[in-house]
């Protein structure tokens, strides 16, 4: 039994043993892995400082000024990666106007679309460590990226200021790749400004209406999306992780984002400073009402009309009763006779039409004095249905209380046809053509503006008169984000090399 006891005492500390040199082992293996992590995110951070440092020095360049850069010994790898980002910006008001991209060639300015313009892509100045972890110089700001999340280093050259907003977007170019000492030049290639163009008259300061989109499709584009929206005061109109496949309701892709600047609408008193104010006239001969005839300066009403379109939440088919609330109501077509009862709504109605206004049998009458009654109307307003002559859309004791805004597909009264009824009201659409006739009971009091007038029979001259308090009347309509007026960007190609 002693001999027994002799052998177990061998083994126990045999094994004794081998379990502590395992456990040395484990814990050497498990502390150097530690160290490596540990030295590449050492690393990571001195990257991050460099290039915030190299970034804040390359917003400073001139034309072929360079700035050196040395990012110290890594085990990373830097390099000018292609692809890393696309960005597009441009302006929607009458039409799409590109300010950073490229319309595609055989389409007509008029006739561009969103889906019509190429983005340009950014490249990025990346450094990626040994754990796989990236720091990226991308269109003037620094990034980190870690898993698939990223953050924010050091702010792009992206601001709001004084109503104004600056865009200076660094474009990396070169080909640049190195390992172990991490050096090189940074040289400013060349400078372009996108926005404004002297001598064009679609690319000037002050903005007159329409929605600036930013576009910006990224591999760190969560990132970015913090940054606009801290900076653009919530209006991201569409998030990098939005749901998007197969979705016709999103303009943008997964992985990028939309940021939607609305330039507030505004039209100055003295806009309705006539009863009619067109730019072309059509037998002007039978119009015997006082008008003014000429080449108007106004914005467009299409952003405007627009704009209530995005803030519908449902749109109704059609409108079956009198209108007594207040707020935003949105209807396909509007085919019939109601009344918008505004002391009952105890405040402005506002009214977006998505197609027609076509007013039956009684007009549509504004009535009470606690508020406005604003259409909003894409296709028309039709005075050539059920309407009858003594019938009015507005109020006649108050025209400047009914504001009706037409888009430029709509048109305004008639398309051709003979038209019945009146309108007392300030019927803005500087776009559309309009059609006017006497017939017999119908008035139209207030103003009207519109692109061409088509006078069809002999006007008398208390036919079409301005109402007394049109010319005093100024609107504002604020949009998405901060108000907006002026637009800079500029493209600095920089070229990156060792």
């Not at 300015?109 to 990346?126: A, G, H, Q, T, Y």
């Not at 002050?206 to 653009?232: H, I, K, N, R």
């Not at 061409?452 to 009347?473: F, I």
Request: with cysteine; aromatic share 8%; glycine share 10%.
């Amino acid at each position: 039994m002693s001999n027994d006891r002799g052998v177990a005492h061998v083994l126990g500390v045999i094994l004794l043993a081998g379990f502590t040199i395992t456990v040395a082992a484990t814990v050497a293996v498990a502390g150097a892995a530690m160290f490596s992590d540990s030295q590449s995110q050492i690393e990571t951070s001195q990257v991050e400082s460099s290039f915030s440092s190299l970034a804040a020095d390359a917003s400073e360049l001139e034309d072929n000024e360079s700035v050196s850069f040395d990012l110290g010994t890594a085990d990373g790898q830097l390099e000018v990666r292609e692809n890393t980002g696309n960005l597009t910006i441009y302006h929607d008001s009458d039409v799409i106007r590109p300010v950073y991209g490229n319309p595609e060639e055989g389409i007509a300015p008029e006739d561009l679309e969103r889906e019509n313009i190429e983005p340009i892509s950014v490249n990025s100045l990346v450094y990626t460590g040994e754990n796989g972890d990236t720091v990226a110089y991308q269109a003037g700001g620094v990034f980190q990226q870690r898993g698939s999340g990223s953050s924010l280093v050091s702010a792009p050259d992206f601001y709001y200021r004084d109503n104004a907003l600056s865009f200076p977007i660094q474009k990396v170019d070169g080909d640049i790749s190195s390992s172990g000492t991490l050096s090189g030049e940074l040289e400013l290639q060349h400078e372009a400004r996108h926005y404004p163009v002297h001598d064009n008259d679609d690319k000037s300061n002050p903005l007159s209406g329409g929605t600036v989109y930013v576009e910006m499709e990224s591999e760190y584009c969560q990132a970015w999306e913090d940054y606009f929206d801290s900076q653009t005061r919530g209006s991201i109109s569409e998030g990098c992780a939005d749901d998007k496949d197969d979705n016709d309701d999103f303009d943008t892709v997964e992985g990028q984002v939309q940021v939607e600047l609305s330039v507030p609408f505004s039209l100055e008193a003295g806009t309705f400073s006539e009863g009619v104010i067109a730019g072309n006239i059509t037998n002007e001969n039978q119009a015997n009402f006082d008008y003014e005839e000429g080449e108007f300066e106004g914005p467009s009403s299409d952003s405007l009309i627009d704009t209530m379109e995005s803030e519908c939440e449902n749109i109704e088919e059609n409108l079956n009763e009198d209108l007594e609330e207040s707020g935003l109501h949105c209807f396909e077509n509007i085919v019939g006779s109601h009344e918008f009862k505004t002391d009952e709504a105890d405040g402005d109605i506002e009214v977006y039409v998505n197609g027609t206004v076509t007013p039956g049998d009684g007009g549509l009458p504004v009535s009470g004095d606690s508020g406005n009654v604003t259409f909003y109307i894409q296709d028309g307003l039709d005075l050539t249905g059920d309407i009858k002559n003594g019938d009015v859309v507005g109020n006649e004791d108050s025209p400047e209380q009914t504001r009706i805004f037409i888009s430029s597909s709509g048109y305004v009264f008639s398309d051709g046809g003979n038209i019945r009824g009146g309108v007392s009201a300030l019927v803005y659409a500087p776009d559309s053509d309009g059609y006017i006739q006497s017939s017999g009971n119908s008035k139209f009091n207030g103003s009207i503006i519109v692109d061409d007038l088509e006078v069809q029979s002999n006007m008398h001259e208390d036919d079409v008169t301005l109402s007394e308090d049109a010319p005093e009347v100024s609107l504002d309509y604020e949009g998405a984000g901060p108000e907006f007026y002026y637009l800079h960007v500029t493209e600095r190609t920089i070229t990156a090399s060792d």
